[in-house]
């Protein structure tokens, strides 16, 4: 089993929905949350980042961890076909193999104008 | 500030020759990375290195080695290239532990293809 699950999706909206992405982990001990934003033929870039459980906004963008139930989520408020891409779900723990991230496979949103 | 720079950006390698992927870091980042990402695999770990001077496999290091040349630069190679290293090829960089963010996230290149025939 993979430590962290994430739907690969592709996943394909209208211009201004809500889209939900998810991911799943296994182990407890992940306290440093993030996501990545890859386009294209592109590098992954640091979207959001979040040390434990809560919310954390920027923008159209908000991140949700829930540690009880080890799920964490991006929502992206009326998403724009710039936000076509692939996202990676990121995690690392505090003091267990620190040195190491663990990613998900990466969802793929398309974003129809 | 360039952040994590790659070279080269595309690169065709015959089956059996090497080649050197070079990375640097302007962000005086720890901790450094190399990682390969194939559809349907994800990210995956060759190496890394997380001080100057160390370095340690992660997932899937063989067929490759790492030099940590100093703490800006560090580089991967393919001594004996198969088709099978036909891949995305990403440096990363972290920065100190504990340090807010960049302590606790990591910043990639924007990454080297490396076709093999």
């Known amino acids: 089993q993979k430590e962290v699950e994430q739907d690969p999706g592709p996943l394909s909206v209208p211009e201004g929905a809500i889209v939900s992405l998810n991911c799943t982990y296994s182990?407890?001990?992940?306290?440093?949350f993030m996501w990545y934003r890859q386009y294209s033929r592109k590098g992954p870039e640091l979207l959001m980042y979040?040390?434990?459980?809560g919310n954390k906004e920027d923008g159209r963008f908000t991140a949700q961890v829930d540690k009880s139930s080890k799920y964490i989520s991006l929502f992206i408020r009326d998403s724009q076909p710039s936000d076509s891409a692939t996202y990676l779900c990121?995690?690392?723990?505090?003091?267990?193999?620190?040195?190491?991230?663990?990613f998900g496979s990466g969802t793929k949103l398309n974003v129809k104008p | 500030n360039a952040g994590v720079t790659q070279t080269p950006k595309f690169q065709v390698l015959k089956t059996g020759q090497s080649m050197t992927l070079q990375c640097a870091q302007d962000?005086?980042?720890?901790?450094m990375y190399w990682y390969r990402q194939d559809p349907g695999m994800g990210l995956r770990l060759i190496y890394y290195?997380?001080?100057?001077?160390?370095?340690d496999k992660g997932e899937v290091p063989n067929g490759y080695n790492v030099s940590r040349l100093n703490k800006r630069e560090f580089s991967l190679r393919l001594e004996s290239a198969a088709p099978s290293q036909t891949s995305v090829y990403f440096c990363?960089?972290?920065?100190?532990?504990?340090?807010?963010?960049?302590?606790?996230?990591?910043?990639f290149g924007e990454g080297s293809w490396l076709t093999v025939v």
């Open positions: 290195s997380a001080s100057e001077g160390t370095t």
């Open positions: 990121a995690m690392r723990g505090e003091l267990y193999n620190f040195n190491k991230f663990y």
């Open positions: 962000m005086n980042h720890n901790s």
């Open positions: 979040t040390y434990s459980s």
């Open positions: 990363a960089s972290s920065g100190v532990r504990g340090v807010e963010v960049s302590g606790n996230t990591i910043y």
């Open positions: 182990n407890s001990a992940f306290q440093y």
